[in-house]
């Protein structure tokens, strides 16, 4: 089981930006896929960003709505995994999660692909 830390959320204006990191434990962390969901009030948790693959290659794939301003990093030295969000927009408010699963999936973009979550961390967008 992968424990998951997510900090640096937080209340930011209109087109500010943010970077949430994601701090896993493990000793196999260059293997894990990693992702970051997010889940506004009222709505359904949302796939956001996910980095898979292995030491010899990772992936990355976005929603469609975070193209361009969303990039999601790895660093396998701190086991960490990061998300930089830019233009940030009053619709990305949510509670952002990570998560993970140890196997080096290319692509994972479904909450069941991944068995471990972090707590959440609120991200508040004003307008």
């Known amino acids: 089981q992968v424990q998951l830390v997510e900090s640096g959320g937080g209340l930011v204006q209109a087109g500010g930006s943010l970077r949430l990191s994601c701090a896993a434990s493990g000793r196999t962390f260059s293997r894990y896929a990693m992702g970051w969901f997010r889940q506004a009030p009222g709505k359904e948790r949302e796939f956001v960003a996910s980095n898979g693959g292995s030491t010899s290659g990772y992936r990355t794939y976005y929603t469609d709505s975070v193209k361009g301003r969303f990039t999601i990093s790895r660093d396998n030295t701190k086991n960490t995994v990061y998300l930089r969000m830019t233009i940030l927009e009053p619709e990305d408010t949510a509670v952002y999660y990570c998560?993970?699963?140890?196997?080096?999936?290319?692509?994972?973009?479904?909450?069941?692909?991944?068995?471990?979550w972090g707590q959440g961390t609120q991200v508040t967008v004003s307008s």
């Open positions: 998560a993970a699963v140890d196997l080096p999936f290319l692509l994972a973009v479904r909450s069941s692909d991944y068995t471990d």
